[in-house]
């Protein structure tokens, strides 16, 4: 149990992060938070929480913070596949070196567990749904690939190292503080501002490319979950999706509104949807939240 334990959560300011950060200090546990403020906002830090600013691409920095740390939740990182094409080298120095630094501060203090934060674009586009971490990946983005060379670094320090790892690949969460700014947004938010805006909802190629959405509060539980069981910890990779997909139309639809149609952007995936059987047997997890409902409560 990790009640009552120092836990660190990098990218703890960022969306999932501070939600995380929350969900871990309502359980007693004390929380340190690691973040540059990229991407993140110090508003969103809970203040119950001790917080750093500092960048995970600095090593000698952040060795410090890690000290007397039972798990990592390792979350920092600069999202989105557009961002990655566009930057491909700022990209890979957060996403493949900061995981390497993060990896090697766990390991020389003697962290007990490391939580990978994942993602589902590195199976880019197969053949078969729902997807299964069984599948070969087949990143079609830096971002897609640098998640997946993430992985691959857990699983080899789980192996060389006997530092316990998992990887939780998460499918297009959405919940409370997700942004809705800038060029590499994800589609609720967006649709959400725009409609709030008055403005009509921008839907890329026919809309009826398919994503799997899980709610933020459903990946802080797996987060907690993956951080406590006793059948993981040695760089498995996990599912943490809603096992549902829907079209993008689908959710134009449901947030309501005028719509129009924007020119596709390369390396996004055509469909997904996560199965999630081995999240149930190895976390005792399944997802909690319906997208009907996390819709409305966003829309009140």
């Known amino acids: 149990m990790i009640e009552g334990k120092t836990v660190l959560v990098t990218g703890g300011a960022g969306f999932i992060g501070s939600n995380l950060t929350d969900a871990l200090l309502d359980c007693g546990v004390h929380v340190r938070v690691l973040d ?31 000290a007397g740390v039972d798990t990592v ?14 930057y491909p080298v700022v990209s890979n120095e957060t996403n493949v070196t900061g995981t390497v630094n993060v990896l090697l501060a766990a390991r020389d203090a003697r962290v007990r ?3 990978y934060s994942s993602s589902s674009s590195a199976y880019g586009n197969q053949e078969t749904l729902p997807l299964h971490e069984g599948l070969c990946p087949k990143p079609l983005s830096p971002y897609a690939l640098q998640k997946f060379i993430g992985e ?32 590499y947004a994800t589609v609720i938010p967006i649709f959400l501002g725009k409609k709030s805006a008055g403005e009509p909802l921008p839907i890329t190629s026919d809309g009826e490319q398919t994503r799997d959405f899980t709610h933020v509060s459903d990946v802080a539980r797996a987060n907690m979950l993956a951080a406590e069981s006793e059948g993981v910890g040695a760089g498995e990779v996990i599912n943490i999706g809603g096992g549902k997909e829907y079209s993008v139309n689908a959710i134009a639809k449901m947030i ?42 966003l829309m009140k």
């Open 152 to 183: 691959e670094y857990c699983r080899i320090f789980s192996g060389i190292f006997s530092l316990q790892t998992v990887s939780l690949r998460y499918f297009n969460v959405y919940g409370p503080r997700q942004s809705a700014e800038g060029a």
């Open 113 to 115: 567990r490391v939580i």
């Open 73 to 86: 939740f390792h979350l920092a990182a600069l999202p989105r596949i557009q961002f990655s094409i566009d």
């Open 36 to 66: 540059n403020l990229a991407t993140g906002k110090r508003e969103f830090v809970n203040p119950r929480a001790e917080f750093h600013e500092l960048d995970i691409r600095n090593l000698e920095a952040i060795k410090p913070v890690f």
């Open 256 to 297: 309501g509104g005028e719509t129009v149609s924007i020119p596709a952007r390369p390396g996004e995936v055509r469909c997904t949807c996560a199965d999630t059987r081995r999240a149930k047997e190895l976390l005792g997890w399944e997802p909690q939240v319906p997208l009907e409902q996390g819709l409305r409560e």
